[in-house]
């Protein structure tokens, strides 16, 4: 499935388009948009999805940067304006920044100029800062669609302060993909993964850091960082200067499948983000039976609660990551207690539960055309 064109027909009871963006690249918004057409098609539902990051063609047209904006919008706008007459409900996967601008608001545009009812299903962890800082259009926008969705009680809580109501539906976890493994030996050596992208904002250098102070105690753990980003060089000066090469794998940008073995294979899951809103990654180590160590910021106390399901540190704590990540690598009684619970609450993001919660939005959607 890819950006060349996804239409999944089933039953033609309702008409649907999706709006966002497709793997590759792998990534939380990509996948769940992916995950969400296909699991659609057994739900009576037609989906057209409309992919908002096309590749470029020719692909040099991508390093140019004043070029590839409108290269990729116009056809953008095209399949967007006829995909949009075609649909009886439009679901937008939106997010801010530059995002917003080129991605979302044509796409509101174009449903109001052709009459659909538009779900703006928002998601990024940066939505307060984008709010505060945005053109008052951009909040009427928002505020003025018929239906306003987001994944979290931390984002409702960000949107109500800035008088937008929303919805809450969760992210899809793949259960059938991401499952614990059948034995983790709970021995050495210790194996820690980070998944997050390698940008600022994730912060793997505070990983890197932790990994750096943890091996005082536990010399022969290690840790594999799957991801890619502009931080890479410096992220790998960084273990060249701690001395860690020869335990940190930057094992680049894995696919999805690929990233569930990397965590049946692991001892902790660690996330160092300084923003987020419900990082997918830690809902699928929940899934696949691994220890989460997590920052607390953002969405990320909605749905790991310190000491009950993950233990959280303050983000840039590279002696407390090290101090948490210590204490499920070497107590197993935690280590079990903690992944218990979050084998219970991961069944709440299964396609199961979240299935019921699209539908009923959908049909509500649809009945406001029939109005």
């Known amino acids: 499935m890819d950006c060349d064109g996804l239409s999944v027909v089933a039953d033609k009871r309702l008409r649907l388009v999706l709006v966002g963006p497709l793997p590759p690249p792998e990534g939380g918004m990509a996948n769940q948009c992916r995950q969400l057409a296909s699991l659609l098609a057994t739900s009576a539902i037609d989906v057209e999805v409309v992919c908002t990051n096309a590749e470029y063609r020719p692909a040099w ?13 116009i056809p953008y706008l095209f399949s967007l304006w006829r995909a949009v007459g075609r649909a009886e409900v439009v679901h937008l996967f939106a997010n801010s920044g530059w995002s917003w601008h080129l991605v979302a ?9 052709r009459g659909r009812p538009l ?30 969705v987001v994944p979290s009680g931390f984002l409702r809580d960000v949107f109500a302060r800035f008088a937008i109501g929303s919805r809450i539906i969760p992210n899809i976890v793949d259960l059938q993909r991401f499952y614990p493994a059948r034995e983790r030996p709970f021995s050495s050596p210790r194996h820690i993964v980070v998944t997050r992208n390698l940008e600022p904002i994730y912060d793997v250098g505070t990983a890197v850091r932790a990994l750096s102070n943890l091996r005082a105690h536990l010399p022969d753990v290690q840790m594999t960082i799957a991801g890619t980003g502009p931080e890479l060089r410096r992220l790998q000066e960084l273990t060249e200067r701690l001395k860690l090469t020869e335990v940190v794998r930057f094992a ?9 073995e990397l965590y049946r294979s692991a001892h902790a899951m660690l996330n160092p983000s300084r923003v987020d809103n419900m990082p997918i990654s830690v809902l699928e180590a929940f899934a696949s039976g691994v220890p989460v160590v997590s920052t607390n910021v953002g969405g990320v106390p ?11 540190f303050p983000p840039g704590d590279a002696s407390a990551c090290a101090e948490a990540l210590r204490r499920v690598l070497t107590d197993r009684e935690l280590a079990e207690r903690l992944t218990k619970a979050a084998l ?16 009923a939005e959908y049909q509500r959607m649809q009945a406001l055309r029939t109005l």
């Open 61 to 73: 047209l991508g390093g140019v940067r004043w070029v590839r904006a409108p290269v990729r919008l």
């Open 119 to 148: 779900i703006v299903n928002y998601r990024g962890g940066g939505a307060a800062e984008f709010l505060a800082r945005a053109p008052r259009w951009v909040r009427w926008s928002l505020a003025a669609a018929e239906s306003c």
């Open 252 to 260: 680049g940008r894995m696919h999805n499948s690929a990233v569930a």
């Open 105 to 113: 608001t044509p796409a509101i545009v174009v449903c109001r100029l």
């Open 344 to 359: 219970v609450d991961v069944a709440d993001y299964s396609w199961e539960r979240v299935r019921e919660l699209w539908l």
């Open 302 to 312: 909605f749905i790991a609660q310190h000491e009950r399901n993950a233990l959280l």
